[in-house]
């Protein structure tokens, strides 16, 4: 077993200094309110993933990003060009979630697209445009 070697201290300082923490830790840990006999305790907040929806103005839509990765994830380059009825069935035999299904499927009959982004831009969702 190797001994840990400070370059500020020596070993019985840093046992010293141990003790320390551990003393104050132990000593504040009586300060803290215990939650089942206390009514002062703090309510429990929001948790993210009620609050990640919240729909800030200036912040990203989650929603919106979850659907455009679902439909790269799913529809793979090899499948352009494809009509709105071969990218259902290739969503079906991919086994894609329902959200994604139900846009594509609100395409007018006969669309046909060539890519993902143009697949994006013709189901109404936002594109992120890349920074030069």
Partial sequence: ??????????????DL?????????LGHGQEW?????????PDQG???????????ADGPDFQVIELRSELARHLYRTTFP????????TLLDRQAEQPVL??????????????VGEL?????????ERRA
Avoid: C, H, Y
């Fill in 120 to 128: 994006t831009r013709a189901v109404g969702l936002p594109v992120e």
């Fill in 17 to 25: 200094i141990k003790r320390q923490d551990r003393s104050e830790i």
């Fill in 33 to 41: 309110p215990d939650p089942e006999d206390s009514d002062q305790w």
């Fill in 46 to 56: 929001i948790w993210a993933a009620e609050a990640r929806f919240a729909g800030t």
């Fill in 1 to 14: 077993m190797s001994q840990q070697v400070s370059a500020t201290n020596g070993p019985a300082e840093d």
């Fill in 102 to 115: 139900d846009l594509v499927s609100a395409l007018p009959p006969r669309t046909t697209v060539d890519s």
């Fill in 82 to 89: 494809a009509t709105r009825e071969q990218l259902v069935r």
